[in-house]
Nanobody, 117 residues
Framework: QVQVVESGGDLVQAGESLRLSCTVS????????VSWYRQAPEKEREWVGT?????????PTSVKGEGRFGISRNNAKKQVYLQMSSLKTEDTAVYYC?????????WGQGTRVTVSA
């Protein structure tokens, strides 16, 4: 059984940094593609970035332009990380991890990030 678990969400102040983790169990990990999404209150879920199995990372223009977020992976630990810096109140959201491998897609339950002014 595949499990995807996000962790690291917290209440932080604007300007601080936070690292989220996505831990996968139950499937091979090294050939997977893992993405981060977020959903702010009363808004649609939006894509934050994707790390491919070869380590390359793609971001939407809005995220890439600001340069505040970084995604990395540790295949030995079956984890993917979302490093966020200079957090803003508009980064407040539930952050979700999506794990894809061999045509299958799995979501975690999300981890909440709240950024206070």
């Amino acid at each position: 059984q595949v499990q995807v678990v996000e962790s690291g969400g917290d209440l932080v102040q604007a300007g601080e940094s936070l690292r989220l983790s996505c831990t996968v169990s139950g499937r091979d990990f090294s050939m997977s593609t893992v993405s981060w999404y977020r959903q702010a209150p009363e808004k649609e879920r939006e894509w934050v970035g994707t790390i491919l199995n070869d380590g390359r990372v793609n971001y939407p223009t809005s995220v890439k332009g600001e340069g505040r977020f970084g995604i990395s992976r540790n295949n030995a630990k079956k984890q993917v990380y979302l490093q966020m810096s200079s957090l803003k109140t508009e980064d407040t959201a539930v952050y979700y991890c999506n794990f894809k491998i061999s045509g299958s897609s799995y979501w975690g339950q999300g981890t909440r990030v709240t950024v206070s002014a």
